[in-house]
């Protein structure tokens, strides 16, 4: 594999499939990269890029500075005042804003594992997808392939996702559009069908370590407390140690042993404070949590290693004494899907009591 591609941790499967891209010279007008956020996708795009174009300092340099117009990136922008679907994409947004984005653009080029966060940025806009084609329009003959990178695409708009489908069905030549998701599901079956699709699978905790020391610069001894609850992701390890993880755990417990008591009132309190905040990454982060726990019972149960609430075990062990008949799986399977709806941005107040009441049927079944 070549050095480029070497450059990042963890998705062996799915940079070897780029390297055959590669070597085959078959470059394809369209990649789509799949998986879980925080595992390298955006990264493994921009090495790609690199290699495409003849691994040259220069170019390499202009590339990993996401500098137009080697590199033209999409991402979700929030909407402006009295915006049209007819302005450009930043024409409506206040200076603050535009200041903002800039900032995050150069984060992203300074460590591709940065994950892009501008408020009330929700979707992809169709003004975003229309820029793309002036783009298109100029000509640059010096350069081999110019990279459109579509980062979040499941976040287009279906008016966006159509806008955007003309340029597939018409590719230009010299262009090689880079769709990111975590979400491909969302994406209409149009695009996917012409997108050649990459998988990334999610990381080890050495890989994710290794990349938190680097990238992000914190100490090793920091790191081992949140790795457990990682999911094999840089993102979720980020946030975890910007935030004050041991409270997470402790809301997470406190929503479980309520939900199992069936005090629905104060379970959904607790839950509600975070709703409140309006952070879907709160809610998922809890989330997580709890179908961690719930994983971790099977694992306590059948005396599997590797758990993750180690400081708990009394309380799994206690839950699998009461619940012995229970299904966890079958909750694991509805919890996971309470989860990938936050994230199709389904009301977290209707979702929150699902989680409840779900929770709660757990011991309604022992009485």
Same mark, same amino acid.
């Given at each position: 594999?070549?050095?480029?591609?070497?450059?990042?941790?963890?998705?062996?499967?799915?940079?070897? *499939?780029?390297?055959?891209?590669?070597?085959?010279?078959?470059?394809?007008?369209?990649?789509?990269?799949?998986?879980?956020?925080?595992?390298?996708?955006?990264?493994s795009a921009i090495q790609?890029?690199?290699?495409?174009?003849?691994?040259?300092?220069?170019?390499?340099?202009?590339?990993?500075?996401?500098?137009?117009?080697?590199?033209?990136?999409?991402?979700?922008?929030?909407?402006?005042?009295?915006?049209?679907?007819?302005?450009?994409?930043?024409?409506?947004?206040?200076?603050?804003?535009?200041?903002?984005?800039?900032?995050?653009? @150069?984060?992203?080029?300074?460590?591709?594992?940065?994950?892009?966060? *501008?408020?009330?940025?929700?979707?992809?806009?169709?003004?975003?997808?229309?820029?793309?084609?002036?783009?298109?329009?100029?000509?640059?003959?010096?350069?081999?392939?110019?990279?459109? *990178?579509?980062?979040?695409?499941?976040?287009?708009?279906?008016?966006?996702?159509?806008?955007?489908? @003309?340029?597939?069905?018409?590719?230009?030549?010299?262009?090689?559009?880079?769709?990111?998701?975590?979400?491909?599901?969302?994406?209409?079956?149009?695009?996917?069908?012409?997108?050649?699709?990459?998988?990334?699978?999610?990381?080890?905790?050495?890989?994710?370590?290794?990349?938190?020391?680097?990238?992000?610069?914190?100490?090793?001894?920091?790191?081992?407390?949140?790795?457990?609850?990682?999911?094999?992701?840089?993102?979720?390890?980020?946030?975890?140690?910007?935030?004050?993880?041991?409270?997470?755990?402790?809301?997470?417990?406190?929503?479980?042993?309520?939900?199992?008591?069936?005090?629905?009132?104060?379970?959904?309190?607790?839950?509600?404070?975070?709703?409140?905040?309006?952070?879907?990454?709160?809610?998922?982060?809890?989330?997580?949590?709890?179908?961690?726990?719930?994983?971790?019972?099977?694992?306590?149960?059948?005396?599997?290693s590797n758990i993750k609430?180690?400081?708990?075990?009394?309380?799994?062990? @206690?839950?699998?004494?009461?619940?012995?008949?229970?299904?966890?799986?079958?909750?694991?399977?509805?919890?996971?899907?309470?989860?990938?709806?936050?994230?199709?941005?389904?009301?977290?107040?209707?979702?929150?009591?699902?989680?409840?009441?779900?929770?709660?049927?757990?011991?309604?079944?022992?009485?």
């Amino acid at each position: 594999m070549h050095e480029l591609l070497l450059e990042v941790k963890g998705q062996t499967s799915a940079l070897n *499939i780029l390297h055959n891209i590669y070597s085959s010279k078959r470059i394809p007008n369209a990649i789509l990269l799949t998986g879980i956020e925080g595992i390298g996708k955006f990264y493994s795009a921009i090495q790609f890029l690199k290699l495409l174009n003849g691994n040259s300092d220069l170019i390499n340099q202009k590339i990993s500075n996401l500098s137009e117009p080697y590199i033209k990136l999409v991402f979700p922008l929030p909407r402006g005042k009295s915006e049209s679907n007819f302005d450009l994409p930043l024409d409506k947004l206040s200076t603050d804003e535009i200041e903002l984005i800039n900032d995050q653009i @150069k984060l992203k080029a300074a460590n591709p594992y940065h994950q892009i966060q *501008i408020k009330n940025a929700n979707n992809i806009k169709i003004n975003s997808i229309r820029e793309i084609n002036k783009n298109l329009s100029l000509n640059y003959d010096e350069i081999i392939f110019r990279g459109i *990178i579509i980062n979040d695409a499941h976040k287009m708009s279906i008016e966006a996702q159509n806008a955007f489908l @003309k340029n597939l069905e018409e590719p230009p030549n010299g262009v090689i559009f880079i769709l990111i998701s975590s979400q491909p599901d969302q994406l209409l079956t149009t695009i996917k069908s012409r997108c050649w699709t990459v998988n990334f699978s999610p990381l080890f905790d050495n890989d994710i370590q290794n990349i938190l020391v680097e990238r992000f610069k914190y100490s090793s001894e920091l790191i081992k407390d949140v790795l457990p609850f990682a999911n094999g992701s840089v993102t979720n390890s980020v946030f975890l140690l910007e935030t004050n993880f041991e409270k997470y755990i402790q809301k997470a417990i406190t929503i479980l042993r309520y939900s199992l008591a069936g005090k629905y009132f104060t379970a959904s309190k607790e839950f509600s404070s975070l709703i409140e905040k309006n952070s879907g990454a709160d809610f998922n982060t809890i989330i997580d949590l709890i179908i961690t726990w719930f994983n971790d019972t099977l694992r306590s149960k059948y005396e599997i290693s590797n758990i993750k609430f180690n400081n708990y075990k009394d309380t799994l062990e @206690k839950f699998n004494n009461r619940f012995l008949k229970t299904d966890v799986n079958e909750i694991i399977v509805k919890l996971v899907s309470y989860r990938d709806a936050a994230a199709r941005n389904v009301n977290l107040n209707l979702i929150m009591m699902n989680v409840i009441f779900d929770i709660a049927s757990i011991g309604m079944k022992v009485k």
